[in-house]
C-alpha cells in the first residue's frame, strides 16, 4: 500500500529555514514525480516545487524560486523541501504528492498525498 509521510514542519522566525522530509512506502520514487504542494487557512492548494521522475529535473512556482529546493534521495526514497528566507506568507499545511504521469497535471490529478505537515512562520 502507497504511503506518504512528511515530517520537518514547525514554528519558524522570518527569515529562518526549515527542511521538509517526505518517505514514500509502498512505490518507488523512479517510477513517479514528486511535488510539495501547500495550502494556508482560506486558500486553495499551491503547486510549490516538483521532481521529475525521469531525469530529476524540477520547477517551481514563482513565489519560492530562489528560496526553496526539491530533492531526492533514491536510496531512502525520500523527497526533500530545503526551505529558506522563509516569510509570514509561506505559513500552510505542506502537502507531499506523487505522481505516475507528469508534474504538469492539476493536484486532484496526482495519484498519492502524504497527511501534511503544518509551517508556520511568525515572530
Known amino acids: 500500500q502507497a504511503q506518504l509521510v512528511e515530517s520537518g514542519g514547525g514554528l519558524v522566525q522570518p527569515g529562518g529555514s526549515l527542511r521538509l522530509s517526505c518517505l514514500a512506502s509502498?512505490?518507488?520514487?523512479?517510477?513517479?514525480?514528486m511535488a510539495w504542494f501547500r495550502q494556508a487557512p482560506g486558500k486553495g492548494r499551491e503547486g510549490v516545487q516538483c521532481i521529475s521522475r525521469n531525469d530529476g529535473s524540477t520547477r517551481s512556482a514563482d513565489s519560492v524560486k530562489g528560496r526553496f529546493a526539491i530533492s531526492r534521495d533514491m536510496v531512502k526514497n525520500t523527497v526533500y523541501l530545503q526551505m529558506n528566507n522563509l516569510t509570514p506568507e509561506d505559513s500552510a499545511v505542506y502537502y507531499c504528492a506523487a505522481s505516475r504521469s507528469s508534474c504538469s497535471i492539476p493536484a486532484n490529478q496526482f495519484n498519492y498525498w502524504g497527511q501534511g505537515t503544518q509551517v508556520t512562520v511568525s515572530s
Open positions: 509502498g512505490f518507488s520514487l523512479n517510477d513517479y514525480h
